[in-house]
């Protein structure tokens, strides 16, 4: 119990960057972002706490990580969104900085909202590619697909991103 | 192609936001959160998870009682808003309206069973550290008993308070020394003069004339008999011999 605790501490400062910025760029809002990021790093707590201790020892937790979150995305999406504990007291945090800042962390926002306008799976494996800058193989893995699919995949989103849209968009 | 793919990487840059790591932790319950309470007793610092109330200390300072918390429960611990409801929780849980959850992780069985043990004490009643050893299926075990509950983690909810000595003498309190001690038990009612004369004369039972019961002495069977109507024993066996059997409530003895 107590070794796991330290492994998930341990995962959660390493990765929670990471997770978050995932949550942003498949939700677009960094609200959906928190959420997605806390259930994720949930989720895998209570996977770990089952996991016998060969298994934590060799988990890939990057790939692992990013298997959950796209997961419970994609729950979201489909609307069986599992329930969360309140949390206490806690505000995200929009602290402004400087104006630079704002300007920067618009941008940002602006570009999240773009790409989560985006049909879910070229969504999903342009976000893993070229945002978390996975290798193709490792967002196959992630994402449950073949590598060749991932890379169409890849190609026609950031097709549709350049605004190039030669009519293969089929949403 | 390439001004996208800079644009995403910047995407990919972002920080979580502040406090995240925290909230997460004390979420799954790998760090508890803590507040500051005003309570009956004065304030206290009260942390818990999502497993129940971890511990409880009226310490000076948040520091100190993190340094304790850490030093003796070994969690994260993170200082937050407390939700809403749950100060009228933690009163009503203090004044016995009330059954919160604890986490009592970390702690071993034995010591675990002697909390749980001590939660069964009635408000305003109290039992020998005797009693919680039978109780739990080791008679031998008094002293392991003692040091269970000296170092309780959660004084006030889990009533250690409640658990004193044969002789009468209050005998020691984590949560703030004999005195401290005496004070909550009078605050919950007990009769502590009247308890420590009799100990003091060797007396730990009270029987019922016409019921034939013997209780200890804060039982509350005892509230409404007149103080002429009881009978007092020095030891079960005397009491046995006098024709009366042990109350099935707080069980001075095996039934």
Sequence with gaps: MEATDRVFERLVLDHQNRIFALGLALTGNRHDAEDVAQDTFVRAYRALATYPPERIRDLKQKAWLHRIAVNVVRNRVRGVRPRLVELNGSEPDHASGPEEDVLRKAEIDELAARVACLPARYREAVVLRHVQELSYAEVADALGQPVGTVKANVHRGLKLLRGENHGDRDD | ?255
Aim: contains cysteine; aromatic residues 10%.
């Design chain 2, 1 to 255: 192609m390439a001004t996208v793919m800079i644009d995403l990487k910047r995407l990919g840059d972002v920080k979580a936001p502040a406090g995240f790591a925290d909230r997460v932790l004390a979420q799954v319950g790998v760090a508890d959160s803590y507040a500051k309470f005003e309570t009956v007793l004065g304030h206290v610092y009260v942390a818990w998870n999502r497993l129940g109330v971890s511990a409880a200390m009226r310490s000076k300072s948040a520091a100190e009682f993190e340094h304790w918390f850490r030093k003796d429960v070994g969690r994260q611990l993170v200082r937050v808003e407390p939700p809403r409801d749950l100060a009228a929780k933690i009163e009503d849980q203090l004044e016995g309206k009330r059954r919160m959850r604890f986490d009592l992780r970390g702690l071993t069985p034995f010591s675990q069973a002697v909390l749980r043990k001590t939660l069964e004490i009635p408000r305003g009643q109290v039992r020998p550290y005797g009693w919680i050893a039978r109780e739990i299926g080791h008679p031998a075990a008094v002293r392991a008993v003692g040091t269970a509950l000296a170092n309780n983690p959660i004084p006030y909810f889990i009533p250690c308070h409640r658990v004193i000595r044969t002789d009468g003498v209050i005998g020691n309190y984590g949560g703030g020394g004999p005195e401290a001690k005496a004070q909550i038990l009078s605050l919950e009612g007990v009769q502590l003069k009247r308890l420590q004369t009799l100990a003091r004369s060797g007396l730990r039972y009270e029987g019922v004339r016409s019921t034939k019961i013997f209780c200890f002495p804060t039982c509350y069977h005892g509230r409404r008999v007149r103080e002429g109507n009881f009978v007092f024993f020095h030891d079960e066996a005397e009491a046995r011999a006098a024709g009366y059997r042990p109350c099935k409530d707080c069980r001075p003895a095996v039934a």
